[in-house]
């Protein structure tokens, strides 16, 4: 829940808005679904100590099809955000000796 909050805080400072936090269903979990203007956007965040491609490379074809199934299934709850474009980020936390944010638009399409 570190990871979330501080990517939470991070989107918030760059006028994201907050729509989910922790969106779950049978298929798996979104961390954060957010609006950026009128992009709603999927986002996975994934805290680490240091080197930040492990943390990439955690997310597997197969996390992916559950980002997507998901994100398909908040869609079918919330008709209200079915006319918006979707785009799924993500957000990657190293803190090894300072705090860093590597935020990844469009991660995967």
Not at 6 to 33: C, M, P, T
Not at 80 to 94: H, K, L, N
């Amino acid at each position: 829940m570190r990871g979330e909050d501080l990517a939470l805080e991070y989107l918030l400072k760059k006028n994201y808005r907050l729509v989910a936090r922790n969106f779950h269903s049978a298929g798996g979990e979104i961390d954060l679904i957010m609006l950026d203007d009128d992009i709603l956007v999927f986002i996975e965040v994934k805290f680490r100590k240091t080197d930040p491609q492990t943390a990439l490379s955690s997310i597997s074809r197969s996390k992916q099809r559950k980002l997507y199934e998901t994100a398909g299934v908040f869609l079918s709850r919330y008709p209200e955000y079915e006319s918006y474009f979707t785009r799924f980020d993500v957000i990657v936390i190293t803190s090894n000796t300072e705090t860093s944010f590597y935020h990844l638009e469009s991660a995967f399409s």
